[in-house]
């Protein structure tokens, strides 16, 4: 099916939400466990003692779960104190915390302690800049100094009306919630649900589907029921495969059939091309290790430049690390979801 499509819809008893584009599985995003504290999350704390050697400190969260804060310079141990979920915990570990906030909507986000009005640089009509940053100074008039505000690329072609109560929500969201500050550790705003997530983040698409029955009109189901096996097929019979580890991510390329001698070097660019996306639906990062086909080394050159290129595109937190004596190539990714396999085991 060609163009874009979201279908908003249940999975296995859980709201879900998929992006398909060309038919093909872009993103997907389902509701987590209830005892899965997820990114976005604002909670308010209590700050405990820093740990000598971690560089940070614990805090203490609702539901006796714990917290763990790098920037704890200026903060008296035993205050309460705003913080938001910036990652998934490892099991057994605590949970990633910043002081930093951010309240997202469609159209604007809302930065405390990171003052400054600014619009999205994908926005260049030099008009509509100056009708947004008209919109972000009215509708920001009064508000406290520290107060920072972003109007984000779904600005453009909106409606004045909808960006301008988009903003006014954000901000009297964003002054209660600053001013709530006192008391037991508490949860106080949750992250988005699939399917406001989707409405939130994702391009405006050329079909919306969320009508039920909406994954089985549109082949999601059968794209994630692949993603649940570790091998993905590539052009001209290669296939990479993909297999979690407790200490890394390790994937597999192999040729397949072809036998030629650029074989080795398609089947990875192949392989390069599509990881971020199977990276991102399948849930998967922290450390990930490529045993790419064989290819001659003097090739490494355009591993790296498809690798940059891939990965830069995708926009998620990625370090290439480089390669390792034995010819593997290790990268760096952000845990920003928990792995789909185990979220729906």
């Known amino acids: 099916m060609k163009g874009s499509t979201i279908a908003l819809d249940q999975f296995r008893g859980r709201e879900a939400a998929a992006h398909m584009v060309d038919g093909v599985l872009e993103e997907f995003l389902i509701a987590l466990p209830d005892h899965v504290i997820a990114p976005e999350t604002i909670l308010r704390g209590k700050l405990g003692r820093p740990v000598k050697g971690l560089g940070g400190a614990f805090v203490d969260l609702p539901g006796g779960e714990s917290g763990f804060l790098r920037q704890t310079k200026g903060l008296r ?50 008009d509509t800049r100056a009708t947004l940053d008209r919109l972000a100074r009215a509708g920001m008039a009064g508000a406290d100094e520290g107060l920072g505000l972003i109007l984000r690329s779904a600005c453009e072609g909106a409606e004045e009306d909808a960006i301008t109560q988009d903003i006014a929500q954000l901000r009297d969201l964003a002054e209660r919630m600053l001013a709530d500050l006192t008391g037991a550790p508490e949860r ?118 498809s690798l940059q290129a ?10 290439l690390a ?20 185990q979220v729906l085991a």
């Open 77 to 126: 141990p035993g205050a309460p104190l705003l913080v938001q979920v910036t990652g998934l915990a490892e099991p057994g570990k605590a949970v990633p915390l910043s002081t930093r906030l951010t309240l997202k909507s469609r159209y604007a986000i809302l930065t405390p302690g990171a003052p400054g009005l600014n619009v999205s640089r994908s926005i260049r009509d030099e």
């Open 322 to 341: 480089g390669w390792t004596p034995l010819g593997h190539f290790e990268l760096t990714r952000k845990r920003d979801r928990p792995p789909l396999h």
């Open 310 to 319: 891939a990965f830069r595109r995708d926009g998620r937190d990625t370090v």
């Open 188 to 305: 106080l705003l949750d992250a988005p649900a699939p399917h406001l997530a989707a409405w939130r983040d994702w391009p405006t698409p050329d079909t919306l589907d969320d009508a039920p029955g909406s994954f089985a009109r549109h082949n999601v189901a059968d794209a994630i029921d692949a993603l649940l096996r570790p091998v993905c097929p590539l052009p001209r019979g290669a296939h990479m495969v993909i297999e979690p580890t407790r200490a890394l991510v390790a994937v597999d390329v192999n040729t397949g059939p072809d036998t030629t001698p650029a074989a080795g070097l398609k089947a990875n660019i192949a392989c390069i091309r599509d990881l971020p996306r199977q990276l991102r639906l399948r849930g998967l990062g922290g450390q990930i290790v490529l045993d790419l086909a064989p290819f001659p080394k003097k090739d490494r050159q355009i591993i790296e430049q």
